[in-house]
């Protein structure tokens, strides 16, 4: 086990692992956080007033994301894997089934694909933590308001953080990526039905 521990850690400390973590959890953050926008928007619109059925829809869309990021994460960075220790094996003439270097790949698929699965599942939560509330502190089109702020903000959120690692100017950061939480809403508001 605390073979393991190391070898998470020395594959976390790789500035290249965190890198390709990060765009999968921020990229997989930001679609779940507008599938959630979508869905508590359409789901008030159909006539949907009870949070907890419009959770209850948002958590299966959770689910889907959260396996779409695991599993699509693990075959990609299982193919790329394979095409590189393909390379390597030509250039060294040598197999390199089972070494360290393997061992760190694996290790480094496994941090993808978690990250790759948390991103969204946290962003569809977070987005319809409100919903829960109504009928105990909000009503329906409280609920609803504040799903939108707490979807909007995640968003607003991952443009500042990447301003913040890329030397963007935050406001404006924040504001690019906030405005697609409005505009999936706004969208959403002239959707038939």
Request: proline fraction near 2%; avoid cysteine; charge should be positive.
């Amino acid at each position: 086990m605390s073979d393991r521990l190391a070898r998470v850690r020395r594959v976390i400390e790789k500035g290249e692992v965190r890198s390709i973590s990060r765009r999968y959890f921020i990229s997989n953050g930001f679609d779940g956080t507008l599938t959630s926008i979508g869905v508590v928007v359409g789901a008030y619109l159909s006539g949907i007033d009870q949070g907890l059925t419009v959770v209850a829809i948002g958590l299966g869309a959770a689910v889907g994301l959260g396996t779409s990021g695991v599993w699509s994460v693990w075959e990609i960075e299982r193919a790329e894997g394979l095409a590189e220790r393909e390379r390597i094996e030509r250039a060294m003439l040598t197999e390199l089934g089972d070494t360290r270097l393997q061992r760190e790949h694996r290790t480094a698929r496994v941090v993808h694909a978690t990250a790759s699965a948390a991103g969204p599942v946290l962003a569809v939560v977070l987005t319809l933590v409100p919903l829960a509330l109504e009928g105990v502190l909000l009503t329906m089109g409280q609920a609803v308001l504040a799903s939108l702020l707490v979807g909007i903000t995640i968003l607003a959120g991952f443009g500042v953080y990447l301003a913040s690692i890329s030397g963007q100017q935050v406001y404006w950061a924040a504001i690019r990526m906030a405005l697609a939480g409005v505009v999936v809403a706004a969208i959403n508001v002239f959707l038939p039905g």
